[in-house]
């Protein structure tokens, strides 16, 4: 069968795809992936794996009526012309956008996957802009226009088709909840050797929903009692994003040893192998945090969010806690807790090495999502 995939950025289809992919070309099936963020290099390695490479033009950022009308007409087109037996979309704008050339382009199946809610959904602690409450509203109406046409919607949490289905009275065919979209297990394998210093670490983004500015306040009350703590973040600044951490701010904390900024890192998993607990105090509209899932992979025990996605990860006093969100006081008494009892690092991080065999395998993710397509 012919596969269209619709994504945005090509990396998307060479990191997090990469495995459904194979699983789709060992089945024999042609797959399509239709790109609108690119370079030469990016398409070139997307050819090499197998699959072919088409791209196309929608705009990630803000609403244009008449430049979404065209570039649904000029998708429809290029969809129409490769003639798939299945249409499989993911992340918001293609999935709205996509769903509808699809249609247009009388595909026989279509189905979405929405991967968290995003910013648009975040509940934030201060007053949202009118701004975001505009494409908020925008998007529930555009969900509304598409996500009823789609064959299938899958999501990754139980609670995103609640917030966005259920409470905008959004009718779909049928809905199914994936848990998490996977991880090559080879690449985030299982240590049981830890650090003799307890050493937290922090991986995001570094935005006010991912919850930055909430763990270097965690990490300066511990610090008051523990000083010999180590607090470790990876992540980069944005410096577009409102509310995000800045260079002067992560400049401050570094100076004054309150945290390792070590810049951008192409070995992740050693990181994490180096670290004792994995904390991510994010408020974001996750689906389900991958890097939380490589350090469960890796072994190590969680403090996450008790919100939508984050809590996916954690089931709570067996692999790590989940606290509320936007309490710095509340964070920094589970950072404690390990610390004062160092036996629970091991002990919870296997127990989050077995959750991750469970939920979080690629290979079983990937059977379950082929299911779910039909394939």
Known sequence: MKIVIIGTVASSFLGFRADLIKSLLEKKHTVYAFTSEYSKEQLSLIESSGVIPVTYKLSRGGISPLADIKSIYELSKKIKKIAPGLVFCYFSKPVIFGTMAAKLAKVPKVIGM???LGYTFTEQPNQVS???RVI??????????ALPQLDKIIFLNSDDPKDLLDKYSIKVKQVEV???IGLNLEDYRYSSVYPTQPTFIFIAR???EKGIHDYIAATKIVRNSYPNAKFIVLGIIDKKALGALTEEE???VTQANIVEYPGHVNNVSEWIRNSSVFVLPSYYREGVPRSTQEAMAIGRAVITT??????????DGVNGFLVEKWNPQALAEKMIYFIENPEDIKKMGYESYKIAQEKFDADKVNKRLINMLGL
Do not use: M
Not at 306 to 315: A, F, H, I, L, S
């Open 114 to 116: 929405l991967e968290g």
């Open 130 to 132: 009118r701004k975001t």
């Open 136 to 145: 908020k509203k925008a998007q529930v109406l555009l969900y509304k226009i």
């Open 178 to 180: 994936l848990g998490g």
């Open 206 to 208: 570094l935005l006010a």
């Open 250 to 252: 992560l400049q401050e």
């Open 306 to 315: 008790d919100v939508p996605g984050c809590r996916e990860t954690v089931v």
